[in-house]
């Protein structure tokens, strides 16, 4: 089965400083890849995919992922860091050719921001 | 109004006892889910629903069972409660291929006691 790993369950910055959250799938075939946050107590919100086409994907709130089939990964960054991006940051992939079916999630990395 | 609204935000429960999630969606959207978060494992699939007539199992669904009554309502069920199943529960919808990405709600948060 296809399986997400992100690493870090909690990574710190400081404000300004680069957001780099990583992400890494597990397939010979790359799935269809997101990247979700959730505020404290909210719902998921989704940051921004990989489907198709340009393998480097900008989201919202000045985020964004890069494709890297060969090292079968897709990591988050952000240049520089505001507190309110303080959030669990969640990775997740849909399987390709699996009539698609449904979102598997990585565990989350909870992104502490400091002054 | 939210697009997908779930009911109760919170709810406290006694082991043994029979509770309904509920979900709707002001989407339109023709899939729905639900997941389970709980601290250090993400959020794991319980069941999900491609249409009206279409169950399916997810990775967890022992414990729980689920009815679509609608296009825009799909409630979950925990047929006798117990305290493992003390979590946050998220209903979800997408539509088609769900390559737009998921449509989440705010959440459910369970106590089982």
């Known amino acids: 089965a296809q399986s997400v790993t992100q690493l870090g369950s909690h990574v710190s910055v400081s404000e300004g400083a680069l957001v780099l959250l990583r992400c890494n799938y597990s397939s010979s075939v790359p799935p269809y890849l997101f990247w979700y946050v959730q505020y404290p107590n909210q719902g998921l919100q989704l940051l921004l995919k990989?489907?198709?086409?340009?393998?480097l994907v900008k989201g919202i709130n000045g985020f964004e992922a890069e494709f890297k089939k060969s090292e079968t990964s897709f990591h988050l960054t952000k240049p520089s860091a505001h507190m309110s991006d303080a959030a669990e940051y969640f990775c997740?992939?849909?399987?390709?050719?699996?009539?698609?079916?449904?979102?598997?999630f990585g565990k989350g990395t909870m992104l502490l921001v400091s002054p | 109004d939210a697009d997908v609204t779930q009911t109760p935000r919170n709810r406290i429960t006694k082991t043994g006892k029979r509770i309904m999630l509920e979900c709707s969606q002001t989407k339109g959207h023709d899939r729905m889910y639900w997941y389970r978060q709980d601290p250090g494992l993400g959020l794991r699939l319980i069941y999900y629903s491609f249409d009206v007539k279409d169950i399916n199992k997810g990775e967890i669904s022992d414990g729980y069972s689920v009815s679509r009554q609608a296009q825009a309502k799909f409630s979950l069920s925990l047929e006798s409660a117990i305290p493992n199943q003390t979590a946050l529960y998220f209903c979800?919808?997408?539509?088609?291929?769900?390559?737009?990405?998921?449509?989440f709600g705010s959440g459910t948060r369970l106590t089982v006691v």
């Open positions: 990989y489907t198709t086409g340009a393998t």
């Open positions: 997740a992939v849909i399987p390709l050719n699996s009539g698609y079916s449904t979102l598997t």
């Open positions: 979800a919808t997408a539509l088609s291929t769900g390559l737009g990405g998921y449509t």
